[in-house]
Structures are given as C-alpha cells and as structure tokens.
C-alpha cells in the first residue's frame, strides 16, 4: 500500500490512514520506514505553506521520539478533502478533564450530592425497609414498571435512579415537558437492540408523567407489555385522575410521603458533612506531625457516605461548623421547618446560607431564608382540594376553629375567595339545610359581597358566614332525601307521571283523563289524598321525617371519644333520649 507524507508532522503514513493520522493529531498509523511512497522524493526539500512553516518554527517543540505536539489550534488543512477541518488536541490535559468538573460545579447543591446508594437514601422506609415489597422484588432481579407518586423533593428522582444502578440496567431518563413520543420511541428501538445484543434491559425514566396527554400514554402500553422496557413514571399529580387505566394496569403505583424532619435534619448533616469534607481545614501541630491532611478530597469523592456515618454528626451539640460558623442550630431548625418535607428546598437554603457571609447577623439570614421560600400550594392540585374538604368538614362537624383555620390557610396561599364562597353557599343547603332557613340567604350574600368587594376584605365576610354555618344546627333532611329519590328515579326513566298530577291545558287532554280526579288541596278544609307517585313507589318515604333517627348509627366507641376530646368528659346531653329511641 502506498504511503504519503504527512503535511503536518513529515512522517510517511499509509494513504488509507492519513484522515486518522490527522484526527489523532499525527500520533498513531505512521508507516514503518522504508514503505513506498506515493509522493516525489524530492518532497521534503519542498519548502512548506507558511501556515505550517510558522506554526512549526514559533509554536512547535520537538520531542525525543521525533513527534510534533502542536498547540491547541484549530485550523484548515490542506488534505484530499478541501471540506475537513480538525481540531488538534491541546498540550494541556487540564481543560479536557476539566470540563466535566465545571458542569458539576455549576450544578445546585440538591444534584451535586444526590445519594450514590440505597444506604444513603433518606426517608420512604415504607419502600426501601428490609422487609419492604420493593427491596423483595429487588432481590428477585424484577421490578417491573412502576409510578412513584409523590410530593416535590420526596427522592422520586434518585430513587428511579438507584433502582437501576442498583439492578445494573441501562437507564435513559426524559422529561415530559421536554420530550415527546418520537423521544420515547428512539429510546424502545435502543432498548429493544440492547435486549437482543446484550440482554440487558433498560430503565426509561419518565419525569412529569402526568404531563404526557392520553393518547402519549398509549405509546407505552406494547413495550411495557411485552416487557421491552421497564418504565418508571414519576409525577406529583393523582395518578387515578391524571394517567389512563390502561397504562396503569400495567403498572405498579408506588405512594413517595412527604419526608420527615428529622428525614430532613439527616439530610442537611449529610450534606454539610460531604462540604466540609471538601474545604482545607487547618490542624494543630501536634496534629499534623500525627496525621496526614484529611478533609482535601473532592466532594465526589464523599459519595461514599453512608446514612448511619451522617447520623454522628453533631448538629446541635457542639455549636455551628467550623469554618461555617453562619450554619447555627437556629439556622439549621429554621431550614427544616420551611423546607416542609421537601429535600430539594431544604438543600438550596443550606446552599444559600454557606454562601453568606460568616459573620452575618443570624436574624437577619432568617429573615432571608424566609423570604426565599414561597408557599407550596397548586389552585388545580390535589392540596386545593384537600383543603376545601376540610373547611367544608369543619363546619359540618361544627368545629369553628378548625373551619377558620382551613379557611385562613386558603387565603393566606391565594386562594380564590369566590371559589371558598361557592362551597359555602353549598354546604349551607346541604349541612344546615331545614334546621335553620337563614343559611342559604346569608352564603349567598357572601357570595356576593366576594364578587362586588374582593380580596383583602371580603375575607371578613368569609370568616362571618364560616362561623355562622359552623354555629348553626345541622340537618341533612334534603340532601340525603334527594339521593334516596335519584337512585329510585334511576331505576326506570321511562315510568309514567299519574293521570290525576298531570298537566291538562287542552279539552283533548282533559278528554284523555289528564288531571282526572285531582283534589285540589286549597279548597278544602281538611287534607286530602291525591297519587303523586308513581305506583312502583307508592308508600315510599324519600323525605323523613323530624327526627326520624331509623337510618343513623350509634357507635359507643366514637361518641366516648367526642366526650373525651371535645365535650370535656361530660356526658352528651342527648345520650339519654337518643338511647330511648334506639
């Protein structure tokens, strides 16, 4: 095979090889001496371009071995491809190895020092516990496809990740609000390819599954059958409302609690643990001559620390740590508490107190912190509907206290008042209803007064009619009596109305019996009998009467308790009567 000369370097290299040649940046696939070359002999008595005449006088050093190492430059070359350019590699081996760093370094906190290993993760000992179904499918080597439902910064992440580090499979993580079924499609096809190559399965990572519409969903349903792919959805929505019925049959939902303080504080001491293992520290001398320096290590490195290592830190024990003296047991009770279960709040306040200066006032980075942090609370999420539940039950069970509380918590997160005082002009029908006919009128005029006055003072009006519905005696006659009526009108919705309650504006209806035999109530002085119902429901009682306690329970067990908690131990007026009438 014929050999050519490099323009770069001078050595002769097979003509096959010369684009590697100049890619690997002239060190590999030069011919032996004494190959035939292609190019004149008189070639190297050429005088070069001056392009590579300066670069080789000013810029180039010339080792022991005879190879050129050229400066980081990229440039074009004069090769059979007047099209190709390459991109000679530096005499620095710094900035290539650095690059990664800088993209960690550039990561908040929350991701730099995500848990490596099960062992480290916090919380969900309801999922990870020994004796957990997931740790026994984990030991089976089958996990399935899985939801992880959950609030923000519960672990649903790392735990999608752990899981597949853990079971050594390929993992491939998108976003839905990123990414679209053409995304999911490319990942099966390499999925599948892997599995028959390799047999190894991969993991498809779904972030904000519950973003994806009913129709994106479906794309998964044949690879997860066929069990091409293991796919773990993550999402803050209800799966039952948010996720069609197909996709979660073929999926196991795993429910992710929000964490607890002291999931939190273990984080936190986790965290400043692996950072100050990070920062030079200073040691006496008597030290030094004992030990070599510890603490320089990279944080990566520190990827190692286990749950059980964090759990020595001494937080709250021997005062802030050194040489972050800002982070004070203060600071750190402070973090907990606004981080409200949430890992990934609680990591980026850490990051923004080790940011501050050490010698600032410690009120004044609480009241920072504070600041920092807004109110968790979604106007279309499950938390807008919770709340609205427990005004609403509240007043039902006539605990104002509650009621007010729930109804401040609304308000104070920017709920919509007119949406509070909709539910209160429903509740005033079906809670107090009959046992007291000024509810309705004045939920209304809340309602009203929402509409023509507004936030912040229509909260006024608000907290008026919850502590008046909250006060008012109770009775669900009509709400429970329209149920009764609606399954028995299910039943058959062609059943005809009676002749006699019949409209009958025409001869020819009345000529066809049409109010035939109607008792006009008015005109008599006494009651009268008319059929109203028809004959399938004739003797029926949808609405009961006063009183009419056939239908309720009586639970020993739970009235003790109200006495207990609510009625200061003293015994419920109406025990005696209500027994009587048992």
């Known amino acids: 095979m014929p050999s050519v000369s490099c323009p770069i370097c001078l050595q002769p290299v097979l003509e096959e090889n010369i684009n590697k040649h100049l890619d690997s940046g002239c060190s ?38 005879g190879l050129l190492v050229l400066p980081s430059i990229t440039q074009d070359t004069p090769t059979t491809s007047k099209k190709r350019k390459f991109e000679v590699p530096s005499l620095s081996s710094k900035r290539v190895k650095g690059t990664p760093s800088n993209f960690k370094s550039a990561m ?26 997931l740790m026994s499918m984990l030991d089976s080597g089958i996990i399935g496809s899985l939801i992880l439902w959950g609030p923000p910064g519960c672990g649903k992440t790392t735990l999608a990740r752990l899981l597949a580090r853990h079971m ?26 892997t599995l028959s190559l390799t047999g190894r399965k991969t993991i498809l990572f779904l972030d904000e599954v519950h973003r994806f519409s009913k129709a994106q969903q479906d794309v998964f349903l044949p690879c997860i059958e066929q069990g091409q792919i293991q ?28 964490l607890t303080n002291d999931d939190i504080r273990g984080i936190i001491t ?55 003296t800002q982070l004070t047991d203060r600071v750190i009770s402070s973090i907990v508490s606004l981080s409200t279960g949430d890992a990934r ?27 920092s942090v807004s109110a968790s609370y979604d106007r279309v999420g499950d938390s807008h509907y919770d709340m609205i539940s427990a005004l609403h039950k509240s007043i039902r069970g006539s605990h104002g206290s509650a009621a007010m509380y729930w109804l401040a918590r609304m308000l104070t997160v920017g709920e919509d008042p007119l949406y509070i005082a909709r539910r209160l002009v429903v509740c005033a029908s079906e809670d107090i209803g009959l046992a007291d006919a000024h509810a309705l009128p004045l939920a209304m005029a809340a309602l009203q007064a929402c509409q023509v006055i507004g936030m912040p003072e229509c909260r006024i009006n608000l907290a008026h009619c919850v502590g008046y519905l909250s006060e008012a005696p109770k009775c669900t006659r009509t709400y429970e009596a ?18 006699a309650v019949r409209n009958a504006p025409t001869a020819l209806m009345k000529e066809l019996g049409y109010a035939e035999g109607y008792n006009y109530n008015p005109s008599f002085r006494h009651p009268v009998h008319n059929d109203y119902l028809p004959i399938a429901f004739r003797g ?37 009567s209500a027994q009587q009438h048992r």
């Open 28 to 65: 590999i696939h030069v011919a032996p001496q004494g190959e035939p070359s292609s190019q004149p002999k008189n070639t190297a008595s050429k005088k070069l371009a001056p392009i590579f005449s300066k670069t080789r006088d000013k810029h180039t050093n010339t080792p022991a071995d």
């Open 108 to 133: 908040p906190l929350a991701e730099r020092l995500r848990p490596q290993c099960l062992d480290q993760f916090f919380g969900q000992k309801h999922l990870i516990g020994p004796d957990s179904i």
């Open 168 to 193: 050594d499979y390929n993992f491939r993580e998108l976003s839905a609000t990123s990414s679209g079924t053409n995304d999911v499609r490319a990942v099966f096809e390499e999925a599948k390819g």
């Open 231 to 258: 796919m773990i959805g993550a999402t803050t929505e209800n799966p039952s409302f948010r996720l069609t019925g197909a996709l979660l049959s073929r999926c196991r939902v795993l429910v992710l609690e929000r």
């Open 270 to 324: 986790s965290a400043v643990e692996r950072v100050l293992a990070s920062v030079p520290r200073e040691k006496p001398e008597s030290e030094r001559a004992a030990s070599p320096l510890v603490g320089t290590e990279p944080m990566a490195s520190q990827d190692t620390l286990s749950q059980s290592e964090s759990s020595q830190a001494s937080i709250g024990c021997d005062g802030p740590f050194l040489p972050y």
């Open 345 to 371: 709040t609680a990591l980026s306040l850490l990051e923004l107190v080790l940011a501050s200066k050490p010698d600032r006032d410690e009120h004044a980075l609480l009241a920072s912190l504070r600041q």
């Open 482 to 499: 329209y149920n009764r009526a609606e399954v028995a009108a299910k039943l058959d919705l062609t059943m005809p109305v009676p002749m």
């Open 540 to 576: 029926d009682n949808f609405l009961k009467e006063v009183g009419d306690l056939s239908d309720k329970d009586w639970d020993e067990q739970r009235l003790l308790r109200w006495e207990q908690e609510e009625n200061g131990g003293r015994l419920w007026e109406g025990r005696l």
